[in-house]
């Protein structure tokens, strides 16, 4: 009891030194923007709301369209979700995640910790943390216009039927012709994901790199594949050309797309890099261990 009612009194005080500053400062047109996005249930619904509400307590402007720091209330699955909403404005947009089910490699921030994230967002100037992306261009036999996307985790290429058999090129040079059921490509902070199911290596977000893992290679006297992860640097190009006139299934995250007449699939780190908002430490290997060793 004691500790909330110490949350109140700060929560008023401040409350009241951010209305001073914002009559002060009238027409100035100074207050951070931000947006809420949610999971979706129940739980992850009501704490939106309240963040929400407390930050323009704190005289904070909402704007869906063009926000300065994006929170995300769910899981990873939600900040997935808000990084694809918001990847126009990554220059512009910084992240920060509040988990509401199980340990997040994004979301930092537990529900009983909200007012101490509003008071952060509100008062503290946020250290600004970057992790490289994955650009994803996909070119047609037919030509046109190229599709070009952006992962936060991961791409993975299968065959819509049957096996995939993909010329793989590396840095303009042909490296092997993979068979198999599909290939995974992925960012470092996804790397804990699809990628380490597949038996691939977990890669520090500091690494501006991708990794491409095997998913059931097929390796017998007439077919050969390395048969390990690759992890390509941010100057290396990744290229996969379609042995057979095949439909494929893409995924970009959570999205899943079909392709057809794909002449090539392009997959390098992107130019643009996914910003998140620390207002404290979040040590990676801390949440590796927490997520999959730790009793």
Same mark, same amino acid.
Not at 15 to 31: P, Q, R
Not at 218 to 226: A, G, H, K, L
């Given at each position: ?39 979706? %249930? ?49 220059? %512009? ?14 979301? %930092? ?135 057979? %006139? ?50």
């Amino acid at each position: 009891m004691r500790k909330c009612h110490k949350f109140v009194v700060k929560f008023k005080r401040l409350k009241s030194y951010f209305l001073a500053k914002k009559i002060l400062n009238k027409g100035m047109g100074d207050e951070m923007k931000f947006a809420v996005t949610s999971k979706g %249930d129940e739980k992850s619904d009501l704490l939106a709301s309240k963040m929400k509400t407390y930050l323009m307590d704190f005289l904070l402007e909402y704007d869906e369209d063009q926000p300065e720091i994006v929170i995300s209330v769910g899981g990873d699955g939600t900040l997935l979700y808000a990084f694809h909403r918001y990847q126009n404005r990554l220059k %512009d947009t910084a992240f920060v995640g509040v988990h509401t089910g199980h340990l997040g490699f994004y979301a %930092d921030w537990v529900p009983d910790e909200i007012e101490k994230l509003v008071i952060a967002i509100a008062k503290t100037p946020y250290q600004v943390v970057e992790y490289p992306l994955l650009e994803v261009i996909i070119r047609h036999n037919s030509g046109g216009r190229e599709a070009r996307y952006l992962a936060l985790n991961e791409c993975t290429v299968k065959s819509v039927e049957g096996s995939l058999v993909m010329n793989l090129e590396i840095r303009g040079q042909g490296f092997e012709i993979f068979r198999g059921d599909g290939l995974c490509i992925s960012t470092p902070s996804g790397s804990t994901a699809y990628n380490k199911a597949l038996g691939g290596a977990i890669l520090h977000p500091s690494i501006e790199a991708v990794q491409i893992a095997e998913m059931a290679s097929i390796n017998n006297r007439v077919f050969r594949t390395i048969g390990s992860p690759l992890i390509l640097p941010s100057h290396h190009t990744c290229l996969l050309k379609p042995v057979n %006139d095949v439909d494929f299934q893409i995924t970009i995250d959570h999205l899943t797309l079909l392709h057809k007449d794909v002449k090539s699939i392009q997959c390098r780190v992107a130019k643009e890099k996914i910003r998140f908002a620390r207002f404290r430490p979040f040590p990676f290997w801390k949440r590796v261990r927490d997520s999959f060793i730790a009793e």
